[in-house]
């Protein structure tokens, strides 16, 4: 089975065009030679020197290239320095080199189930750009001075030295945000350096967080729409590489906290290389959603006696935060929601400025007007560019003499290669859940049903995170009825009770219809499943037989904060 799946992941790639083949020797070529690597002196007289400071990284636990870091300290009674701090891949990746060549060719990491397949080579990955805690690095550092109000006051860009205090995971900073007032031991965290204690970190882990509730409650307050679906993490087997557990991802306050600062740096960069150079910028849009669908979106939900205002990002956003509830129906009619407003939304898009009205600058789920990607320059192309662009519009570089077509090209390439990258994680996260179905099932799971036509329904299984088509003709039904009135379409199916009792049983669906559904593998098809969903009186209680990871199992499927790709 583990040459299948590995044999289906090849296939996978290959058809999105995903290169992942070793690095070529003349691209290893340009890397550092001499190892282990150390920062060049020249590089300590030209940089700001924050390797005393305590700055640290919060990434997934199993994470190995840390790409961002944070920094966080008292001013005044009513004023903080904080400090975003990004691994300066351009210092190792030149422009028009063969690596700089090979990177912008692949444009993005993939992640998939299993593994990683990298934009970068690993040594740069994980070593000599990874912030690695205890480890001089070099950076390009955003700092702010930031009110308790979240009034920024002043801002700088620089390049930097940097030495991480301590890699936390989001389990280590959620539990300091639950327990503000515990006294961690040593034990308790990963090693710290630079003469921290754990007190240290937990005072500016709780510091970061509440500046982090304030920015964003002051971004929703200024429209920003968020329609996060849920995804799903594997636990995979040591020896077999077989799925044995799985979970859904939560967005808890730890990944918000990284979230806002991450975002308050994009958002400040793309000003910064805008205003610097309002032709070659390289930026991010998020176009407005398509009209017509979310019109027709709006007037089904109005059928069932949901009311939503399309009008803008806040009103879509106030509207949907109407229906968040605490009860297993309200919380799947959001997720339910959730999903179905997603449909009319646009993709993001890269750009170069000079190539775009600039009316059209704007990112509509943000709700700013200018926008670009500056944090993960480890994992997407886009953000090496920015940080050349920085370096210009501060005076350490002159700004590339690609043109502004040029720039253009490379921007549809990303979005190329981010589509493709998006799709083979997905495809990849169901190869993966096809094979837990198939060890593990059949599966009951309660689900809401997302669409009806005229001979099946779409049911969506949060728990789960996937969503199955329910064809009428698989089910030991009688007949079924489909039925349209205006934007709203309903199926009334007819059961039988048994053949010895003739007697029919109807059940009405619709979208936002509560159902049992049965997942099971296809006999003929080890990677596919399907779905029939129970009748309705053999419906007591939907089982939860997900298999626990066992000890010889290790979660591998790290979830891309929603950050890394709005």
């Known amino acids: ?49 924050l390797r005393a400071e305590c700055i640290f990284s919060i990434d997934p636990a199993t994470a190995r290239d840390l790409d961002d870091a944070l920094s966080c300290r008292k001013l005044e009674e009513d ?36 593994k990683v397949i990298p934009m970068l080579p690993r040594l740069l990955c994980e070593q000599l750009c990874s912030l ?14 930031i009110r308790r109000d979240g009034t920024i006051v002043d801002e700088m860009f620089s390049k930097s030295v940097i030495k991480s205090c301590v890699k936390l995971s989001y389990d280590h900073a959620q539990s300091m945000i639950e327990n503000p007032e515990k006294e961690f031991s040593e034990e308790e965290l990963p090693p710290i350096t630079g003469g921290y204690t754990p007190c240290h970190i937990r005072d500016k882990v709780l510091l970061l967080h509440k500046l982090a509730q304030v920015l ?28 044995c557990g799985f979970s859904v991802y939560k967005q808890r306050d ?33 176009p407005p959603p398509k009209k017509a669908v979310l019109d027709a979106t709006i007037q089904l939900c109005r059928t069932h006696g949901i009311q939503l205002d399309g009008t803008d990002s806040k009103s879509i956003q106030s509207s949907l935060s109407q229906y968040v509830g605490h009860d297993l129906q309200t919380k799947y009619r959001y997720e339910a929601l959730v999903n ?20 059209k600058y704007s990112h509509f789920a943000l709700a700013v007007p200018l926008y670009t990607h500056f944090t993960s320059p480890i994992r997407r192309y886009p953000d090496v560019l920015v940080h050349r662009m920085l370096a210009a519009a501060i005076g350490l570089e002159p700004i590339t003499e690609r043109s502004v077509n040029d720039l253009q090209k490379i921007a549809r390439l990303c979005n190329e290669k981010k589509y493709s990258a998006r799709i083979c994680s997905e495809r990849s996260a169901e190869l ?83 159902v049992v559904a049965v997942v099971e593998s296809d006999p003929e098809d080890s990677f596919k499943y399907f779905a029939t969903i129970k009748h309705p009186k053999d419906v007591v209680a939907a089982t939860e037989p997900r298999e626990q990871p066992r000890p010889d199992a290790v979660v591998v499927r790290d979830i891309i904060d929603p950050y890394l790709d709005d």
């Not at 690695?132 to 001075?145: D, K, M, Q, T, Y």
Request: net charge negative; hydrophobic share 40%.
């Open 340 to 359: 179905m407003l997603s449909k009319p939304m646009e993709a993001a898009q890269y750009f170069s400025a000079g190539t775009v009205e600039d009316t």
């Open 79 to 114: 004023l903080f320095e904080v400090g975003v701090h990004i691994a300066d891949v351009a210092h190792f990746v030149r422009e028009e080199t063969v690596l700089d060549v090979a990177a912008s060719e692949r444009a993005t990491s993939v992640y998939l189930v299993q």
């Open 432 to 514: 993966f859940f096809a094979l837990f179905v198939k060890q593990c099932g059949p599966i009951e799971e309660k689900g809401v049903v997302i669409n009806v036509l005229d001979k099946a329904f779409d049911v969506l299984l949060p728990r789960y995170s996937t969503i199955r088509r329910v064809y009428c003709n698989r089910l030991p039904l009688k007949d079924w009825k489909f039925a349209k009135n205006g934007p709203r379409q309903d199926l009334t199916l007819f059961w039988a009770t048994s053949d010895s009792q003739p007697r029919v049983e109807e059940q009405q669906i619709s979208v936002f219809s509560m």
């Open 254 to 286: 730890s990944n918000k906290l990284v979230e806002e600062f991450m975002l308050l740096a994009n958002m400040a960069v793309a000003h910064k290389i805008y205003y610097y150079s309002t032709d070659k910028a390289f930026l991010r849009r998020h």
């Open 216 to 243: 964003r409650q002051k971004r929703y307050e200024n429209g920003a729409l968020s329609l996060n679906q849920l995804k799903i993490q594997f636990a995979l087997n040591r020896e077999t590489g077989m799925p």
């Open 132 to 145: 690695n805690p205890g480890e001089e690095r070099l950076a390009f550092s955003v700092i702010w001075n």
């Open 1 to 49: 089975m583990e040459g299948e799946i590995e044999a289906e992941t090849e296939a996978l790639l290959l058809e999105n065009e995903v290169d992942a083949s070793d690095f070529q020797p003349e691209v290893l070529a340009c890397l550092p030679q001499q190892l282990p690597w150390s920062v060049p002196p020249e590089e300590m007289g030209s940089r700001l020197d």
